[in-house]
């Protein structure tokens, strides 16, 4: 792999990790909001979060696609460290979102 190839590769990672962490952290906040049944709060957190989750996935995405069309990359922890993040604070996501619920119900709201 070049050093262009493998910059490339890093920043990729780099953007992954960065959004990832991005909602990671909006999701801890939302998670404070709906402890304090700010619902309204917590849900635009998740909804910041769901888009860094997006952003994050079309950056993996375009290196699977250059993968797929053939060309391909040395192994790079860096880039499966990224992938792992994103994977984690995906689980996350779907977790925050039924603590929420689960919250929503002890408040006696609809879910």
Known sequence: MSEQE???LISVAMKIIIHAGDARNQLVEALNFAK?????AAEN????AEQN???AHKAQTS???EE???????IS???IHAQDTLMTINSELRMTKEMID???IVKGEQI
């Not at 304090?36 to 309204?40: N, V």
């Not at 797929?68 to 040395?74: E, I, L, N, W």
């Open 53 to 55: 989750i997006v952003l």
């Open 6 to 8: 493998e910059n490339e």
């Open 36 to 40: 304090q049944f700010d619902f309204f």
């Open 63 to 65: 290196v699977i696609q």
């Open 77 to 79: 922890l860096l880039f």
């Open 68 to 74: 797929a069309s053939g060309h391909s990359f040395d």
């Open 45 to 48: 957190l998740i909804q910041k």
């Open 102 to 104: 689960i919250l929503k």
